[in-house]
């Protein structure tokens, strides 16, 4: 009741509109990725028995180790195009349960592990603009089992893998040789709690001096992986309560601002279950999710957390990087936390979190959707600055009746405030380069754009850069964005402008791959457009 009136008193504040595009894609949306044709490769687990799309061709898989459904002819994996709206089922073989990735720098989504059949399997998908392509697997390449792990690009190009289910180790994929095998890091063992694990997934983020940042259950290192040393420890998140899966917080590095002096790298880790919240649900008592965040300064001589405290509690909340900079945090519930059946009081409001507004004044709670987004749910940004939301299935199975929360098929995009035709006299449209341009590092990278307006001021414009990122389970892995400095800003005439803008200078700043790049003019960012470091 509390939590319901809270909500009425904070949604009028914002805006964003909520959009349904289709109201069955035919797989409940696990796990996402934009790719840079701007499709996104949607994914849930494989034995599941039947999902509501069939395969092509009157295919079916047949797969003696599926646990549920040996002989299949439904899809567990679909390409969502974008542009037309549309929905093409994709055929997996293994066992994708729970697993992780990352785009690499050719544009391929190459996922690895899951459950099973695929817990040592890695996954690539090229991008296509035939509806030729389909997934191509590699089984038995893993070192380790990797199971609920978490992926990161590498400035070589590489992605470094981090724990999963009983596995306190991290590789790197692909191999350089034969000998490249996991190595143990003790964190992973030392974090995990003796009655549920809560060090699952953990938040891993490539620090601006090329050593990870690794968060997992309540604290988090600095690792230097070329060294395998430890290069640094945080203080515990105050109060101490659990933020990785199944408590499910969710976390963020916050923009990186790229400017002639030292890069600020700052980590925001927000919602999570309180400790003791997954037995307890389990024993049918939902406790309250958290409502504070931490944020933290990672390279200070002596770094603190900042709390800060949401106007909601959330638990498996998703937490996206908007073109401007700010953080949206949107989905989950308000109670009990992830696994099957085991959350209650489903967060409808999303909040929009400015960075730079003064402590106190940064969350604004913004228009409500009215579809649950439970377990399983799943959030990311699109070229156009719109949000794709999917997913939600806290049941085994495609269950749609008799449950709290069925298993929920719809696709839905939130468009935020910045989108409303009020702020249309403030959008610009970038003219050149043209998309799929190869950027070099630390290249003085001229843009021609277009804005509907006789007068610029060139103090409000931002151009960012944001690495598309793989998304699962409340975590957004390789998600990261750049501001990126501009000058000379000047005018073409009539609505075009010119601006110059300087790229990163380091693979450890942008790690090689494709990029969105978006101009953001008085906080309302272009179309983005893509660009590839390498
Ligand atoms: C969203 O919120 C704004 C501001 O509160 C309101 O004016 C607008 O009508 C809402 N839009 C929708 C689609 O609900
Ligand atoms: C999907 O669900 C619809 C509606 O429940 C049903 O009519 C259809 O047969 C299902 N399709 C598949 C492939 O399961
Ligand atoms: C950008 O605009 C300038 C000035 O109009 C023009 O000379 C130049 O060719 C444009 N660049 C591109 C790549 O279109
Ligand atoms: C440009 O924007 C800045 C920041 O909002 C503002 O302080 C300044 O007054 C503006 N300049 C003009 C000429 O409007
Ligand atoms: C910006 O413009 C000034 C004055 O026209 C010029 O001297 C300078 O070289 C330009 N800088 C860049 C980065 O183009």
């Known amino acids: 009741m509390l939590v319901a009136m809270l909500q009425m008193v904070v949604v009028a504040a914002g805006g964003g509109k909520w959009d349904l595009l289709r109201s069955n894609i035919g797989v409940s949306a696990m796990h996402m990725q934009l790719l840079n044709n701007d499709r996104v490769v949607i994914f849930d687990l494989t034995d599941f028995g039947a999902s509501n799309i069939s395969l092509p061709n009157n295919r079916c898989r047949d797969n003696p180790k599926d646990l549920a459904l040996q002989h299949d002819c439904t899809a567990h994996s679909v390409e ?84 999963g289910r009983d596995r306190f180790s991290y590789e790197f994929y692909p191999k350089t040789s034969g000998a490249d095998l996991a190595v143990e890091l003790s964190f992973l063992k030392d974090t995990r709690d003796p009655t549920i694990e809560n060090n699952l997934y953990p938040f891993v983020f490539l620090n601006v001096d090329g050593n990870m940042f690794v968060f997992t259950n309540n604290r988090a290192i600095m690792f230097d992986y070329v060294r395998r040393v430890v290069v640094r420890t945080y203080p515990t998140i105050p109060g101490g309560d659990p933020r990785n899966y199944p408590s499910s917080g969710s976390a963020v590095l916050l923009p990186l601002r790229i400017s002639s002096g030292a890069v600020v790298a700052e980590v925001l880790v927000c919602g999570g279950a309180p400790k003791g919240s997954f037995t307890s649900a389990n024993n049918g008592n939902f406790v309250t999710a958290l409502n504070t965040c931490g944020r933290i300064r990672i390279n200070d001589p002596n770094p603190q957390w900042l709390m800060e405290t949401m106007p909601l509690a959330r638990v498996m909340g ?36 400015r960075p730079n507004n003064q402590a106190g004044s940064r969350f604004e709670a913004q228009n409500a959707t009215s579809i649950p987004r439970m377990y399983h749910s799943n959030a990311i940004l699109l070229r156009d600055g719109r949000v794709l939301v999917s997913g939600s299935n806290p049941n085994a199975y495609y269950t749609f009746t008799g449950v709290l929360y069925p298993t929920d098929l719809t696709m839905q995009a939130y468009s935020p405030e910045y989108l409303d035709p009020q702020f249309a006299p403030l959008r610009s449209n970038i003219v050149s380069p ?30 960012s850069i944001v690495a598309p990122p793989f998304t699962t389970h409340s975590f957004s892995m390789n998600q990261r964005l750049l501001l990126l400095t501009t000058s000379n800003v000047t005018s073409l005439g009539g609505s075009n402008y010119q601006l110059r803008v300087s790229t990163p200078n380091s693979k450890i700043l942008a790690p090689p791959g494709y990029y969105l790049l978006f101009l953001v003019y008085q906080q309302v960012p272009s179309p983005g457009i893509w660009v590839q470091f390498k």
């Not at 945090?329 to 967060?347: L, M």
């Open 434 to 463: 043209a998309s799929h341009s190869q950027l070099g590092y630390g290249q003085l990278l001229t843009i021609n754009f277009t804005l509907p307006q006789p007068t610029i001021n060139a103090t409000t414009l931002t151009i």
């Open 80 to 163: 969502y195009n974008v542009a037309s709206n549309s929905i093409r089922p994709l055929f997996v073989y293994s066992n994708t349960w729970c697993s992780s990735g990352a785009a690499m720098l050719d544009g391929s989504l190459m996922q690895t592990g899951g459950f099973n059949d695929g817990y040592n399997t890695v996954r690539v998908f090229k991008p296509c603009n035939d509806n030729s392509c389909d997934w191509q697997e590699f089984s038995n390449v893993l070192t380790h089992r990797r199971w609920y792990a978490s992926n990161h690009i590498l400035p070589d190009g590489r992605q470094i893998i981090f724990g």
């Open 318 to 353: 998703d937490m996206v990087l908007l073109p401007n900079g700010n953080v949206l945090i949107i989905n989950g519930a308000a109670a009990g936390t992830a696994g099957w059946g085991i959350a209650r009081n489903p967060v409808l409001t999303p909040l929009v979190y």
